[in-house]
């Protein structure tokens, strides 16, 4: 078996995602669990990376581990502090050491970004980020990431000017799943024109998105909506309100999305008929890139 | 103990409310209990709803007993089919019969209103409805009913024109309880200076409130917002962003509200700084108020 020279860590709320990398810094294995930073007590971390990461510890040599994401907020392993904008996403020099109890690790955290006016915070994206700046280092436009918490980010020489985060994914499992719509919503084949006409209501009359959202229900008990058409119009129509909201970054801009398949698509898409013609690039391969770029900046600390 | 000529039921999807009258159309008793619709399946309304009244039951006689609200929509006791807009509220003559075992009970639920075009339901509030223009008949103008699924209702003529439904009760309980921003939000003394900023900064751009929802987080990690401040300022953004969207109702409009005291002097508060000066009424007695009206149009039907 090969010799892992490192371990990556992407460690969110939800989950905890490994790389182990070779001395030539290639990733050849990759494991995932659900013991994401939600769920675990400040004793749980090691452990948890300890069951991941087992087949590659060696009781000769200490082996480097750098995370980036919710494991270093203040509910997390170890808080790293943040960094805050304007600046260049952080290298591993900015990394805070975790004291792990175990001898054949030795654990670094990325710090998140804040920024202080308007509020607002990022931890893991800044990772991202600075992954898809190793490939694209010219890079000035914005940057959009979607998820629990989309981020929209302004990119410039290099740095992150500014951003600002909308609570989208998560009102969409919460209203999905946990409110009164969820009587009339299921999964099942995506309705693209009802997402499109959710975009598109929600673009026009945004400040009417809790009324629209609410006629997501009614339309499934008086107009016959049907469930899978239901959701695709709630995804739309908490998108289009994104949009609305989100249209100082995206108009007139040249604008990547960092995301998974299916999200990026639908993000695409509905800034495609804004007339605004997004690239997308894949979060997984990006997020490693960025753990990379930082661990070569820091091998000297490690 | 008086005999209960009749019992008012006020059945939502969390609270089961009954009121015991005399024979003069008096209340003299009042019951509750958390058997709402929501945790009861079909079968378990009827055991629900004698627990309270048990008192009240006679072998010799049967007792009218007529209800309003989520008891009866589709997943409730029997479904009383909507009526739609434009119409007066239900009168008595409109309630469903629901077959009853008990042979000491004879059971009506007043029907709920739909609009076809957009898309909206009410249950329960109708029944308000009725009970404002029982003491106010010549009331033209705009009704709020603020709860869970907050109401702007356009009457005029005694009708029900139109109305919008807005998700904004909900949509605080899961954000202050199950979202990201739970972690920051406490109840605590109501800061009012927190709450008006939350109205203002969502008027001015009711199209970024998924953002701003997310400040209220970002605001606690970098800004020290406190807890309780947090809650005061969640409050007014979603109510900000309701106003918005409801300003076709209240802008110029005579208004009424009907809600309970706390949640109507928000609102007051609110509609006063954008200069309209609405008169509020107590929910409860409202509904009782309605629920006798009806009672009174369909005495030779029970």
Redesign the interface.
Same mark, same amino acid.
């Given at each position: 078996m090969t010799d892992a020279a490192w371990i990556a860590v992407d460690w969110g709320t939800s989950n905890l995602r490994v790389w182990a990398l070779d001395a030539g810094g290639q990733a050849f294995a990759a494991h995932e669990s659900d013991q994401g930073m939600g769920v675990l007590d400040r004793d749980g971390f090691e452990a948890a990376l300890l069951t991941l990461i087992a087949p590659y510890l060696t009781t000769d040599r200490t082996l480097p581990v750098l995370c980036c994401g919710m494991v270093g907020s +203040?509910?997390g392993w170890a808080e790293a502090a943040?960094l805050t904008t304007p600046c260049a996403p952080p290298d591993g020099q900015a990394a805070t050491r975790v004291p792990a109890k175990d001898p054949r690790i030795s654990v670094l955290i990325l710090p998140g970004i804040?920024? =202080?006016s @308007?509020?607002? %915070?990022m931890r893991g994206e800044e990772t991202q980020i600075a992954g898809y700046l190793a490939t694209n280092p010219d890079f000035d436009g914005v940057l959009c990431l979607p998820g629990t *918490?989309t981020k929209w980010v302004h990119i410039s020489l290099g740095e992150i000017i500014s951003f600002? !985060?909308?609570? !989208?994914g998560?009102?969409f499992a919460?209203?999905s799943k946990?409110?009164?719509l969820r *009587?009339g919503i299921s999964d099942g084949e995506f309705d693209q024109s009802r997402f499109d006409e959710g975009i598109s209501d929600a673009l026009a +009359? @945004?400040?009417? =998105? $809790?009324?629209q &959202?609410?006629?997501v +229900? /009614?339309?499934a &008990? %008086? $107009?016959d909506?049907q469930p899978s058409e239901a959701r695709a119009r709630l995804s739309g129509l908490?998108i289009g $309100?994104?949009l609305?909201? /989100? +249209?100082p970054y995206w108009l007139g801009q040249n604008v990547a999305i960092i995301g998974d398949g299916g999200l990026s698509k639908l993000y695409r898409t509905a800034l495609a008929a804004q007339g605004v013609d997004a690239t997308a690039v894949n979060v997984t391969d990006t997020t490693l890139r960025g753990l990379t770029a930082a661990y070569e900046s820091l091998k000297e600390k490690v």
């Open positions: +203040r509910q943040y804040k920024q =202080i @308007p509020p607002d %915070v *918490h600002q !985060t909308f609570m !989208t998560e009102m919460l209203l946990q409110s009164v *009587h +009359r @945004p400040q009417s =998105i $809790a009324a &959202l609410f006629g +229900r /009614a339309g &008990l %008086v $107009a909506l908490l $309100a994104e609305s909201g /989100a +249209r």
